[in-house]
């Protein structure tokens, strides 16, 4: 899974080795490599509304990768 802590990302795999990631993106998951290439070419592009950018990036694995189907969730957690 992923965590955002102090601005940094990272993802706990499922053998518990925590990742840090110097992009301002990541995914998990078995489309993750089609969600991130989404992730970067959003990124470059620049401008695209956060939620319209996790969108288009479960689009496009779902698109590429037949174990990625909706509905899609997007949980945003406000921070105090």
């Avoid at 479960?58 to 945003?76: L, R």
Wanted: with cysteine; charged share 15%.
């Amino acid at each position: 899974f992923i965590v955002i802590y102090n601005n940094n990302i990272y993802v706990i795999d499922d053998e518990f080795q925590v990742l840090q990631f110097a992009q301002n993106f990541t995914s998990v998951g078995i489309g993750e490599c089609f969600a991130n290439a989404s992730l970067y070419t959003s990124s470059v592009i620049g401008g695209i509304d956060p939620e319209m950018r996790i969108h288009m990036a479960m689009e496009s694995a779902n698109k590429f990768c037949t174990g990625v189907i909706p509905p899609y969730n997007i949980i945003k957690i406000k921070i105090k």
